[in-house]
């Protein structure tokens, strides 16, 4: 039977999500092409954020990679964009000139940021937040410029803005309206909100409108209605979006703010559908991800003809994705007229919740500080349910249950976990019973919960849990490496170590990788657990680090390098400092400065220079680039400071010196302070030693970067060698159990603080974990020394590398 010819427009979520039902309904009986305008395969847009803030990466937002299309049959053509339609021949034409024909034409052309009609908006540094390019611009202009204003305080503004903080820059957010997200908050969430965010480091300019902006070639000021002035080196439009209907309007199809659709998404030409943030239904347009998944599933079984329930409109809800705050709003957020409000505010835990009721419905939603009822509420307020049984405060909390209780537990079966994809309570728990789903990257692949936000993954685990009782295994709710394999970290380590794999190529070929070279998040992560595996005998594969990492130097904006000198415990001497001042001289250097780990970084080398540097220093190389210990931090200690009761300069040289050059799954950084003034900031290293009287704290897990953590009191001992002792042990422990990039801050959290207590506290645990490093130590080599000697690998490294 001949297929029918399928086209979509648009490679985006709504789009993408159509096809994706109509291949579950259907999978034989569509010849499918996908037309997308940027080069990337389809990907989760909502989630960019989470890459700009540093949470995630490009790769592990790709929703469907390269190999699924082909897996399904479906001819992607990307980096074209169709600019006609003709419909009399029912075919589509792009800007390439690509011609291809249709029975069935879908629309998903999305919708396009809105750009203030002011002056200066084509200067360059001014942006959007929209895509992939969009983000990719902002994190090059971060490693450039520090200074960053937001225009709009709405969602994708907010979310923007605190990427931008976590990429070091000073932003300012201008915001017009009287209050942030005001088209979801009320006055005081969004009070609230605004508090939290300033102690964050974020601004504010509320109820100011900007009316130009000021430059040269590139936008140095900001000018508002106000005459004021603000200077800005980068300007990101976040003022909102408008659907893209471009291609619409120059076909014959109806259009008025959106592409006109029906209740079956049906256009006004025949064969022509369209779904998503271009549509309009009911003179209402929508650009939150669950109204477009519930017209994907509608405008699918309708293609497929297959008897579906018309779409009606959808309530929609909001999750701000901004670390340390939890917002959520849904439905009618005001009171007023028929509808009256319950409102609880505990200002000094900073939580308040708000209720709209209209008569006995449950109609609209804001939670600030705790919003782990979200997605019961909403599905109260999805279902109209009639609550005239139930005393309206207690909805605050499960029905018939306590706050105590297993929130999961008291929901009912229809009642919504994932509110982005529409999966059920019910839903879930019937892919555990019928299709044997036992972890929640299986529900994800089953239900597509937790598959958008993600905010949702610890309900699903948690319902996991309730409905598999004693079966239900914790470490088996696994995240897998990189979108290259299906297997998780402790899988890949487990094989490598049972199968004795022995290098990265046969790591990929035996666990059947889905890409023969793998990628730049795996290839790392092999190459690491490997040598960690095979301390002795595996060889470390330079290719697979990064370029710092290879060259042994820190790459600057400019392209020549840092180059930072190992100083024990800090401490320096005359003929060290003559030594880098000479060979500061001599090489041009840019700049000479203290580190925050009390070291010399010598800016401004060429890469040329390099093995010349390290050898007029004759210094060990300070491992200021590598993923290994860097530094260990020490104040003057007992010697010289009145107030130190330890000897902390010597306890610190001597951890420095026990621990350098072996690898880690991220940089480690400890803090030796002698005495609880703390001078050595020993409360937020990876490990941290503060001396008391007659003893020694240590500290673990905590971390002075963008996610600030207090570390955690691990235990006291009384001498410097128990402190060696403890210290190596943790070390070896995370470098055995760690992902590869995973901080020791959020290992803690991962593993937990007393399951690794009790393996450090363990002396015969202590004991082994010390003899497994030792062995680990006795294979690294000084690696400037080991260059410097070898004239292979200097012109491998500085012939040959190419800086990316």
């Not at 009399?88 to 809105?114: H, M, R």
């Not at 931008?164 to 017009?176: A, C, E, K």
């Not at 500080?369 to 909805?395: C, H, M, P, W």
């Not at 936000?453 to 295994?473: A, I, R």
Request: aromatic share 6%; with cysteine; glycine share 8%.
């Amino acid at each position: 039977m001949k297929k029918i010819r399928l086209v979509l427009v648009g490679n985006g979520m709504a789009g993408v999500k159509t096809i994706e039902e109509i291949l579950k309904i259907s999978k034989e009986k569509f010849e499918i092409t996908i037309i997308g305008e940027e080069p990337h395969p389809n990907y989760n847009r909502i989630l960019l954020s989470k890459v700009l803030q540093g949470d995630t990466t490009v790769e592990d937002i790709t929703i469907n990679d390269w190999s699924w299309y082909e897996e399904n049959g479906i001819r992607l053509i990307t980096n074209e964009k169709v600019e006609h339609i003709c419909n009399a021949d029912q075919t589509v034409t792009t800007n390439a000139g690509t011609v291809i024909p249709y029975d069935e034409l879908i629309l998903a052309t999305g919708s396009k940021p809105f750009i203030l009609p002011i002056p200066g908006v084509d200067k360059e540094g001014v942006t959007t937040f929209r895509d992939i390019k969009d983000t990719d611009e902002m994190l090059k202009v971060s490693k450039t410029y520090k200074k960053a204003a937001v225009i709009g305080g709405g969602l994708l503004g907010l979310e923007a803005a605190r990427g931008l903080l976590n990429l070091g820059m000073q932003v300012t957010v201008i915001h017009l309206g009287k209050s942030l997200m005001d088209r979801q908050l009320d006055n005081t969430a969004a009070q609230l909100l605004k508090e939290e965010l300033e102690k964050q480091g974020m601004r504010f300019l509320l109820e100011t409108n900007t009316t130009e902006i000021l430059g040269g070639e590139r936008v140095e000021r900001l000018r508002f209605s106000d005459g004021e002035e603000l200077e800005c080196d980068l300007v990101v439009m976040a003022v909102g979006i408008r659907p893209n209907v471009e291609l619409a309007q120059s076909t014959e199809l109806w259009v008025n703010r959106g592409i006109i659709v029906s209740d079956y998404l049906e256009t006004s030409i025949p064969h022509i559908y369209a779904v998503g943030e271009c549509v309009e239904h009911n003179h209402i347009t929508y650009g939150l991800v669950a109204p477009l998944f519930e017209q994907a599933k509608i405008l699918a079984k309708k293609i497929c003809n297959v008897e579906t329930t018309p779409y009606e409109g959808s309530v929609t809800f909001t999750q701000l994705k901004v670390s340390g705050v939890e917002v959520f709003s849904a439905g009618e957020f005001i009171e007023g007229d028929d509808k009256k409000a319950l409102k609880v505010l505990d200002e000094q835990d900073g939580i308040y919740k708000k209720l709209v009721f209209r008569n006995n419905q449950l109609v609209g939603a804001v939670l600030f500080g705790d919003s782990q009822e979200g997605n019961r509420l909403f599905s109260l307020i999805k279902k109209q349910a009639d609550i005239s049984d139930t005393a309206k405060v207690s909805i605050l909390q499960p029905i018939g249950g306590d706050s105590d209780e297993n929130l999961v537990a008291s929901m009912e079966a229809d009642e919504l976990v994932c509110g982005c994809n529409g999966v059920s309570k019910g839903a879930i728990v019937q892919a555990i019973h019928e299709q044997g789903c036992t972890t929640v990257d299986q529900i994800k692949g089953c239900t597509s919960a937790g598959r958008s936000c993600g905010g949702c993954k610890s309900m699903v685990s948690d319902l996991l849990e309730l409905t598999l009782g004693d079966s239900f295994d914790a470490s088996a709710q696994k995240e897998t490496m990189c979108s290259c394999t299906t297997l998780s970290r402790d899988e890949v380590v487990e094989a490598i170590r049972e199968k004795g794999l022995m290098h990265t190529r046969e790591v990929m070929n035996v666990l059947n990788w889905k890409t023969s070279d793998g990628c730049s998040k795996c290839r790392p992560a092999l190459n690491y657990y490997l040598g960690m595996v095979y301390p002795t005998e595996y060889e470390d594969e330079n290719e697979s680090r990064y370029v710092n990492e290879r060259l042994h130097a820190n790459i600057q904006k400019d392209g020549s390098f840092g180059v930072v000198p190992r100083m024990y415990g800090g401490v320096t001497s005359p003929d060290q400092l003559r030594k880098i001042a000479d060979v500061a001289e001599k090489y041009n250097a840019k700049l000479l400065k203290v580190t925050g780990g009390q070291r010399i970084d010598i800016f401004g080398i060429e890469k040329e220079d390099l093995p010349k540097v390290w050898e007029e220093l004759d210094m060990p190389s300070g491992y200021a680039y590598g993923k290994t210990l860097r530094t260990v931090k020490t104040c003057v200690g007992e010697s010289f400071c009145r107030f130190g009761t330890q000897d902390s300069i010597s306890l610190g040289i001597a951890l420095e010196k026990r621990l350098e050059r072996v690898g880690t799954p991220h940089k480690f950084k400890m803090g030796v302070s002698a005495c609880p003034r703390n001078c050595a900031e020993s409360g937020i290293k990876d490990f941290g030693i503060v001396g008391v009287d007659g003893a020694w704290e240590m500290y673990v897990g905590g971390n002075g970067g963008t996610h600030l953590r207090s570390a955690d009191l691990l235990g006291k001992v009384s001498t410097a060698e128990e402190v060696i002792e403890y210290a190596s042990a943790y070390f070896q422990y995370y470098r055995e159990t760690g992902i590869y990039m995973e901080r020791t801050s959020k290992w803690l959290e991962r593993i937990g603080f007393e399951n690794i207590k009790v393996v450090i506290e363990d002396p015969k645990q202590r004991r082994e974990l010390n003899e497994r490093l030792n062995v680990a130590l006795t294979v690294h080599d000084e690696p400037w020394k080991k260059i410097i000697n070898s004239p292979k690998l200097r012109n491998e490294l500085f012939e040959k590398v190419e800086v990316h």
